[in-house]
């Protein structure tokens, strides 16, 4: 990415905020539909290697099962359709509500107000903390889907389908009576990362979005200590593990009162970089963005080396920032240096 489509996108996130959190929220029904496919899979996988242990027995039996087998294929077959239909559809449906609105309303539409944002992140945030903890944890942990699980994910699925369709008409109708919608022949095109919602590519990998969005979401078992650091997303291994963590000293002029005289002297005031602050930084490509940058400036960092990042936090970010960070934690410190004579 060169340094003008980092401006270019920087200043389309800010400004087509909509247009941004529909993306996410279909990017969150097709990882979805991936990860349903990955369980699916993962059983039909363990199916096959206890029939090859099983084999004489099954044998003996196939006569008996055989129709048996074939009403458990047409009930998976059912539910696998049910459930990747239900992804599907909701993820184009908000295509199709966000389509219409732009249509009508132009980039007023894309941008937004505070309500809709408010209402999407919420949408986003009760998906995926749903969707994506259930089929990562029968996944991971080499599991069939209960008839529990199957319900809750149709239902978080419909809800949140449900729930930004609402806020996008909601939204529709009150931009259409602050203002009537311009002539067609006149209405401006988004530019071409805003148009279409499903063609943006996310800065962050999905997983580093996770993180940001849910804050108290436990890190993947993959980063505990000894493990391999991949990321359950995009398979890419992190250089930082669970004892990895930098010192950011950043000195600060303070007055005190001394023998009845105010005194400046420079506070050191130290901040902790650890594992979670770097995993919630990298990209699909290997790469880490500042989440600092992200949020409060104009154009997104991009670091090579985790290195680089902890020298571009602790270089260009002022200690208010530091400060908002959660997931960077301040140590306390006694060293207090007077301030260099003028």
């Not at 419909?158 to 369709?165: D, K, Q, V």
């Not at 303070?254 to 650890?274: D, N, P, Q, W």
Request: proline share 4%; hydrophobic share 35%; with cysteine.
């Amino acid at each position: 990415m060169n340094y003008a489509n980092m401006i270019e996108e920087k200043n389309l996130k800010k400004t087509f905020i909509v247009a941004t959190l529909c993306s996410t929220l279909i990017g969150t029904f097709t990882s979805s539909m991936g990860l349903w496919d990955r369980v699916q899979d993962k059983r039909k996988q363990t199916k096959k290697d206890t029939k090859q242990d099983d084999e004489i027995k099954k044998l003996r039996e196939a006569v008996e099962k055989s129709e048996s087998r074939s009403k458990e294929r047409e009930e998976q077959l059912r539910k696998r359709d049910e459930l990747g239909y239900n992804f599907e559809q909701s993820g184009a449906l908000i295509q199709r509500q966000y389509d219409e609105g732009y249509g009508r309303l132009g980039r007023r539409f894309a941008q937004g107000d505070t309500a809709t944002e408010n209402q999407l992140q919420a949408q986003i945030i009760a998906l995926q903390q749903t969707v994506i903890h259930v089929l990562q944890d029968a996944l991971y942990n080499d599991r069939q889907l209960t008839r529990a699980d199957m319900a809750k994910l149709i239902a978080a699925s419909n809800a949140a389908r449900e729930g930004s369709l609402d806020a996008l008409r909601q939204q529709q109708n009150r931009l259409a009576i602050e203002a009537p919608s311009p002539p067609r022949s006149l209405s401006l095109s988004a530019p071409k990362r805003a148009s279409t919602v499903v063609e943006s590519d996310p800065l962050y990998c999905r997983y580093s979005l996770d993180l940001q969005y849910i804050p108290n979401k436990p890190l993947a078992a993959s980063f505990a200590p000894g493990r391999d650091c991949k990321c359950p997303a995009c398979g890419l291994r992190l250089d930082v593990t669970a004892d990895d963590f930098w010192q950011i000293g950043k000195r600060t002029p303070v007055l005190i009162a001394e023998k009845g005289y105010e005194k400046e002297i420079l506070e050191t005031r130290e901040f902790h970089l650890g594992q979670r602050f770097v995993i919630k930084c990298h990209t699909a490509d290997g790469e880490y963005a500042c989440v600092l940058c992200n949020k409060n400036r104009d154009v997104d960092a991009i670091c090579r080396s985790v290195e680089s990042l902890v020298k571009h936090v602790g270089t260009f970010h002022d200690i208010k920032e530091l400060e908002r960070e959660m997931d960077l934690v301040e140590r306390q410190i006694p060293l207090a240096l007077p301030a260099p004579a003028h």
